[in-house]
T-cell receptor
Framework: NAGVTQTPKFQVLKTGQSMTLQCAQD?????MSWYRQDPGMGLRLIHY???????DQGEVPNGYNVSRSTTEDFPLRLLSAAPSQTSVYFC???????????FGPGTRLLVL | KNEVEQSPQNLTAQEGEFITINCSYS?????LHWLQQHPGGGIVSLFM???GKKKHGRLIATINIQEKHSSLHITASHPRDSAVYICAANTDKLIFGTGTRLQVFP
């Protein structure tokens, strides 16, 4: 099993550009989440999904969209990148919503 | 004040030393997670516990629900234990601490 995969590993964007961060898992987990990690702060929840077709906002959702068309995939879209979105993004999945979290390797995003 | 606080922020140790990392929380929780973030950035779940103690190899996690406190212990520390250790509290969501950076020197 590959577990949780994320692409790309690193991305540089200019302000105003859009992009999609990909996340996929092969563990048949219903629950998937996107977090951002910034220096000096704990991981913060951006959006989450409790199953295909169902998504909800987390703590810091502004500027991001998500969709969940399949159990496996949970892409995160940046609509119009801003320097404040420079961060490391982690996708995670779990069997239960607050159960053991399985993290992807992360995507390091730099917005200039 | 953060709802989940870890101490110390940074910790250095000599190989073989016994390590303790602390996590205190101010909210009601159903469980607490300990995670390890490697220097390369990957995050791995170590423990999820709601009471008592759990052990895996040289790692031991304890929790005292009444005192709202959890500890992660590493026995016979090794340089490969160097990482950031993060605790996270289960409320209606996961609330993460800011992590403890551990460096173990040979």
């Amino acid at each position: 099993n590959a577990g949780v995969t994320q692409t790309p590993k690193f991305q540089v964007l200019k302000t105003g550009q859009s992009m999609t961060l990909q996340c996929a898992q092969d563990m048949n987990h219903e629950y998937m989440s996107w977090y951002r990690q910034d220096p000096g702060m704990g991981l913060r929840l951006i959006h989450y999904s409790v199953g295909a077709g169902i998504t909800d906002q987390g703590e810091v959702p502004n500027g991001y969209n998500v969709s969940r068309s399949t159990t496996e995939d949970f892409p995160l879209r940046l609509l119009s990148a801003a320097p404040s979105q420079t961060s490391v993004y982690f996708c995670a999945s779990s069997y239960t919503r607050l159960g053991t979290q399985y993290f992807g390797p992360g995507t390091r995003l730099l917005v200039l | 004040k953060n709802e989940v606080e870890q101490s110390p922020q940074n910790l250095t140790a000599q190989e073989g030393e016994f390590i303790t990392i602390n996590c205190s929380y101010s909210v009601g929780i159903s469980a607490l997670h300990w995670l390890q973030q490697h220097p390369g950035g990957g995050i791995v779940s170590l423990f999820m516990l709601s009471s008592g103690k759990k052990k895996h190899g040289r790692l031991i996690a304890t929790i005292n629900i009444q005192e709202k406190h959890s500890s992660l212990h590493i026995t016979a520390s090794h340089p490969r234990d160097s990482a950031v250790y993060i605790c996270a509290a289960n409320t209606d969501k996961l609330i993460f601490g800011t992590g403890t950076r551990l460096q173990v020197f040979p």
